[in-house]
């Protein structure tokens, strides 16, 4: 009888490792001075939240008219998942808050306002900001008032990936990169940009970061490498 010939099923290849992914938390407390968007009624409050390609919209404030108050002044709290950021990197982060007015059809505009994040507080570890207002603008309203919005921020960084061998991951780490990487970090410190760093500065930076500490110790480098590498410069 003829040789039955069995094909192997091949085996699904396995799915990539998701990008690790630093957390943006608002919380949104109120708004104060809104534009009255509707002839009759107060208006219908609710929030627009949109970052890195991702819009989040908050729960509606019926009636809220000019000044909504989310749960009861304790606020309503979103977390966004935003690309990690990595030392070196420009790019600063933008977060659009918009302010509607909920309506059948089309919802009103009531103000927007952009809070940008620079690349420097992106990488400088996690953090958290008291809310504060911050004042809204609507191009339609001819110059009028937009009312203001009140909302805190928190910033966590994305953890740093660990590979299968329990230690944190090194891939093209090696050789000049290590080195790119570290004068990448001596611009992050580089608050002021003004091309220098003092040693006060950097070793203030040396003892708190530790991401930084367990890339020294991977790389095989102490922290003197480092000051050696600023005199070298």
């Known amino acids: ?14 799915e990539p490792e998701p990008e690790p992914q630093s957390k943006l938390t608002v919380r949104i407390l109120e708004c104060s001075g809104l534009p009255k968007m509707d002839r009759f009624g107060k208006n219908d409050v609710f929030v627009t939240l949109a970052v890195d390609g991702q819009t989040h919209k908050s729960s509606i404030v019926a009636g809220g008219g000019e000044a909504p108050v989310w749960a009861d002044g304790a606020g309503e709290q979103c977390v ?18 918009s302010v509607f007015d909920e309506d059948i059809g089309s919802d009103d505009l009531c103000g927007r306002y952009t809070h940008t994040l620079s690349a420097e507080k992106l990488v400088s570890g996690a953090w958290e900001e008291e809310a504060d207002w911050y004042v809204l603008e609507n191009d339609d309203l001819k110059g009028k008032s937009a009312g203001k919005v ?8 994305a953890p740093v990936q660990v ?9 093209g780490m090696e050789g000049s990169n290590v080195d790119d990487m570290l004068r990448q970090l001596f611009v992050a410190i580089d608050a002021d940009s003004s091309g220098t760093i003092s040693r006060t500065e950097l070793s203030a930076k040396l003892k ?19 000051f050696e590498q600023l005199d070298a410069d």
């Open 1 to 14: 009888s003829a040789k039955q010939q069995v094909k192997a099923e091949a085996e699904p290849e396995p």
């Open 80 to 97: 966004l998942d935003v690309s990690a950021r990595q030392a070196g990197d420009a790019e600063p982060l933008s977060l659009v808050v």
């Open 150 to 157: 009140r909302f805190s921020l928190a910033w966590t960084p």
């Open 163 to 171: 590979s299968s061998a329990g230690e944190p991951a090194m891939e």
């Open 208 to 226: 708190t970061d530790n991401d930084l500490q367990q890339m020294l110790k991977d790389s095989g480098r102490s922290t003197h490498y480092i």
